[in-house]
């Protein structure tokens, strides 16, 4: 097992990004960039033991500063949309970017996806660590309270990625984090998802309207073209959240399973979050090829503050948020 560290690149602003790589014992090998905590490469190998890389992203800095899709960053101070890029408090109206439309989304237009984190990495017997860390100041992108965000990435001999998040804050505030990668398993990323399978522990989906926010309906899976109880080939676009059937319960469970029959790369996504927003890349950008990465967003339903029958995102400041997702790596 080893860690690298090089330098990466400086941001627009004069800033400097490091690349760290972490490998481990069986090859697998993590890159992580920390400008925006992205997952730049991840690579994996195939059922011929080929080493390949399994999330899209860019090569170099500036196009990630520029970068749209949010290709492999952390997302905060809230994934997903906010309808109407407002909330309430304690009954007082929260005014936050919009970057959406009408709405808000991901964090704003200069999200925890445009940041850059401070970093130190830990190697241990069987795993290997990033520790990021960022002070977002109160009201940054209009969301109230003075947050200290880590996030911890760990990659171990079992080809576990697992990432989990804390934060705090000072004031009353929302939050809600996820990781943006997006994954192919097959032989190339040029080639679009729907020859992959996916499976989701989920009964309901969230219906939504017609800019993707939620009514506050979870609708039956059954009969529908939401229905991945069986794994199933996907055949068609999504931008949408399944609610987990454990979504009430705080604990990490297995919420989906994803595997490309002509690789055998197969990956399964276990969270203790109550929802996943699985999202087709229906809108990539000219260098990548449409629906060519599918992503897996573990995180509380979108439009949470403004639906009070979902799980609260709510933080107080004598409460620290946990969060925690597993990514397993296995051939079928």
């Not at 970057?99 to 290997?128: C, E, M, P, Q, T």
């Not at 009201?139 to 080809?159: S, W």
Request: aromatic share 12%.
């Amino acid at each position: 097992m080893k860690i690298k560290k090089e330098h990466y690149g400086t941001t627009s602003e004069g800033e400097k990004v490091t690349l760290y790589i972490l490998t481990n014992s069986k090859g697998i090998s993590l890159e992580i960039i920390t400008y925006g905590g992205i997952i730049t490469k991840l690579f994996f190998p195939d059922n011929r033991g080929i080493l390949g890389n399994i999330v899209l992203g860019y090569d170099n800095l500036k196009d990630y500063e520029d970068n749209q899709p949010f290709f492999g960053a952390i997302i905060g101070r809230y994934a997903n949309r906010i309808k109407d890029a407002s909330f309430k408090i304690d009954n007082v109206k929260v005014n936050i970017d919009k970057n959406n439309g009408n709405n808000h989304l991901h964090g704003g237009y200069s999200g925890f996806h445009k940041k850059v984190w401070k970093a130190k990495s830990i190697k241990r017997r069987d795993s290997l660590s990033l520790i990021l860390n960022y002070y977002s100041k109160d009201l940054e992108a209009g969301f109230p309270g003075n947050l200290q965000i880590t996030v911890h990435y760990t990659l171990n001999n079992n080809n576990e990625l697992e990432i989990k998040y804390f934060a705090k804050t000072d004031k009353k505030t929302i939050v809600n984090f996820t990781n943006h990668s997006y994954f192919n398993l097959g032989s190339s990323l040029n080639k679009d998802i729907f020859n992959h399978e996916l499976l989701l522990k989920a009964n309901k989906y969230l219906e939504v309207s017609n800019d993707l926010i939620p009514t506050g309906k979870l609708l039956n899976v059954k009969g529908t073209k939401y229905d991945f109880l069986n794994s199933i080939k996907i055949s068609c676009e999504f931008d949408h959240c399944w609610a987990l059937n454990k979504y009430f319960e705080e604990k990490i469970e297995l919420a989906a399973i994803l595997v490309n029959e002509e690789t055998n790369r197969k990956i399964e996504v276990y969270t203790d979050e109550p929802g996943i927003q699985i999202y087709t890349g229906n809108n990539l950008d000219f260098k990548h090829k449409k629906n060519s990465g599918i992503c897996l967003e573990t995180q509380h339903f979108p439009n949470s503050p403004n639906q009070p029958n979902f799980p609260s995102t709510e933080l107080l400041p004598d409460k620290i948020y946990e969060s925690n997702t597993v990514i397993k790596l296995t051939n079928t």
